[in-house]
């Protein structure tokens, strides 16, 4: 009867220390997951959705490949956090409801952060901060301020916010299609000043750094573009922004800012 005691005391004892054991594995590797990302996305694999039609953010290159600032950010942050990635190239009309539909993770594609969005998503910490700008002829002196737009042309776009800026400032307004036939109109003459986002000037400059424009005033307003989830992928937003925050300390987010606009454009 002893005898049967100590074997049951010893096969309880066992069973115990392996389920212990079994227990002590899973949270481990728990532990890790969460460390890494992988408990964060299915499989491993961040997909992440992008326009690719959007230079210098999200575009192709001449052999085709997806490039971009937002591209190589979002595949530093998923390197950062342990993590494949995976591009799903989506019309800018159709990728917040690719998002709604968990289509994909987030969104990397210049997503400003403003408080209707703010009402319906969650947001990472910005990589991108930008402000309107007057982009007038080189060597002019006469605009210093936006009031300084009151009584000159400016090219503007009919359905930007910028044309409502140039307006409110007292600017004539000359429709036109987009940044590209904006600034050859200000590079032959035609009109006096333009008003669009510093992001889109700048990659204009780096490209054309000859080009016989200068920037003349700012806003004091930024825009903050950042990665987007839905609000219950609320723990992938932060994940993304710690991942963001470690990049922005070992000075890999200044170093792509550089790379496709010749200036720290984080912050």
Request: net charge negative; glycine share 10%.
């Given at each position: 009867?002893?005898?049967?005691?100590?074997?049951?005391?010893?096969?309880?004892?066992?069973?115990?220390?392996?389920?212990?054991?079994?227990?002590g594995s899973s949270d481990d590797?728990?532990?890790?997951?969460?460390?890494?990302?992988?408990?964060?996305?299915?499989?491993?694999?961040?997909?992440?959705?992008?326009?690719?039609?959007?230079?210098?953010?999200?575009?192709?290159?001449?052999?085709?490949?997806?490039?971009?600032?937002?591209?190589?950010?979002a595949e530093a942050v998923a390197e950062e956090l342990g993590l494949e990635i995976e591009f799903a190239e989506t019309q800018w009309d159709a990728i917040f409801a690719g998002l709604d539909a968990g289509r994909f993770d987030t969104i990397a594609n210049q997503v400003s952060i403003n408080p209707?969005?703010?009402?319906?998503?969650?947001?990472?910490?910005?990589?991108?901060?930008?402000?309107?700008?007057?982009?007038?002829?080189?060597?002019?002196?006469?605009?210093?301020?936006?009031?300084?737009?009151?009584?000159?042309?400016?090219a503007q776009s009919l359905t930007s916010n910028w044309r409502t800026?140039?307006?409110?400032?007292?600017?004539?307004?000359?429709?036109?299609?987009?940044?590209?036939?904006?600034?050859?109109?200000?590079?032959?003459?035609?009109?006096?000043?333009?008003?669009?986002?510093?992001?889109?000037?700048?990659d204009y400059l780096k490209e054309n750094p000859d080009a016989p424009i200068q920037v003349a005033a700012e806003t004091e307003e930024t825009s903050e573009s950042a990665f987007v989830v839905t609000p219950e992928r609320e723990a992938l937003a932060e994940a993304i922004t710690g991942a963001l925050e470690t990049l922005a300390a070992d000075g890999t987010l200044t170093e792509l800012s550089e790379k496709y606009f010749g200036d720290d454009v984080t912050q």
């Open positions: 009867m002893r005898h049967q005691r100590a074997l049951i005391a010893t096969l309880t004892a066992t069973v115990t220390a392996l389920a212990l054991a079994a227990c590797d728990a532990a890790s997951g969460a460390g890494s990302g992988l408990g964060l996305v299915e499989d491993g694999t961040l997909t992440v959705a992008t326009e690719g039609t959007y230079r210098p953010f999200t575009f192709h290159d001449a052999s085709g490949e997806l490039v971009g600032y937002d591209v190589e950010v209707e969005r703010e009402e319906q998503y969650v947001f990472s910490q910005p990589y991108t901060v930008s402000r309107g700008v007057v982009v007038v002829p080189e060597g002019d002196t006469s605009v210093s301020s936006f009031a300084d737009l009151d009584g000159l042309t400016a800026l140039a307006e409110e400032s007292g600017a004539t307004v000359e429709p036109v299609e987009g940044w590209a036939q904006a600034v050859a109109l200000l590079e032959q003459g035609r009109v006096q000043a333009t008003i669009n986002d510093s992001l889109t000037v700048l």
